[in-house]
């Protein structure tokens, strides 16, 4: 298992290719898809492993009434993300690991793009903790990870391209965890970005809520039941 500063140190070297490779599909895949469920202009966002800050230029720049948090492990990644927006008043990037992040402020939108995978799955329980600590009852959470055939299909042929901790992940004990804090899984979908096949997954959680289903849709009290019975036979 690799140590913390092992990390740290891959994730500093890193920055040479985030530096070089900017941004790609991906990033604008995820800012289009959280415009389209429901992301505002006066919201505010944290993004999860923002690295220099490639996605995180595209998601503050649609919250111009709203405030950008973004945290990464690297302090190399985190200072040039800082140099790189210092004229953005509503934009604060941090280095943390997530495991004893607090902020003053609750957060609309939390955004893990692409980076549970890359964290020891034994810090899952905490992150997702904390990540409940700085929401309010409408928070939306949206995950991005590639898909587990698509990581073993890189650990098959491609492994160049796998990061220093790059796992498959459990989707099952990941709706868990977030399930034992208070949200629940609204959308889980296989999707591709890169490859004809299906290369990423994405999931969205928000919070648990009492929900009032006394109330029937109209269009139903209208039919009759005997219709159902007939176009069933």
């Not at 890193?14 to 599909?25: M, R």
């Not at 995820?30 to 690295?51: A, F």
């Not at 980076?115 to 409940?132: A, D, K």
């Not at 109209?218 to 019975?229: C, G, H, N, T, V």
Request: neutral net charge.
């Amino acid at each position: 298992m690799k140590t913390k500063d092992e990390v740290k140190d891959f994730y500093d070297k890193y920055t040479v290719n985030q530096v070089k490779n900017e941004k790609n599909l991906r990033h604008y895949t995820i800012t289009s898809y959280l415009k389209k469920i429901g992301l505002k202009k006066n919201h505010n966002v944290l993004e999860i492993g923002c690295g220099i800050g490639a996605l995180s230029e595209l998601i503050f720049k649609q919250i111009p009434n709203g405030s950008f948090v973004g945290a990464d492990i690297s302090p190399k990644s985190i200072g040039i993300a800082n140099e790189r927006f210092k004229k953005y008043k509503n934009v604060e990037f941090i280095v943390s690991d997530m495991t004893d992040f607090t902020h003053s402020k609750k957060f609309d939108y939390i955004v893990l793009p692409d980076v549970l995978e890359h964290i020891p799955e034994e810090e899952h329980q905490n992150i997702i903790e904390t990540i409940g600590k700085i929401s309010t009852e409408n928070t939306v959470v949206f995950i991005n990870i590639p898909s587990p055939e698509h990581n073993d299909y890189l650990e098959k042929h491609e492994p160049d391209k796998l990061q220093v901790i790059d796992l498959q992940l459990s989707m099952g004990r990941l709706i868990t965890h977030f399930e034992n804090n208070g949200f629940m899984l609204d959308i889980f979908q296989k999707y591709s970005i890169f490859r004809k096949e299906n290369d990423y997954i994405k999931m969205v959680f928000t919070r648990k809520k009492e929900v009032d289903f006394s109330e029937m849709r109209s269009l139903w009290k209208r039919i009759p039941e005997k219709f159902f019975k007939r176009i069933a036979l």
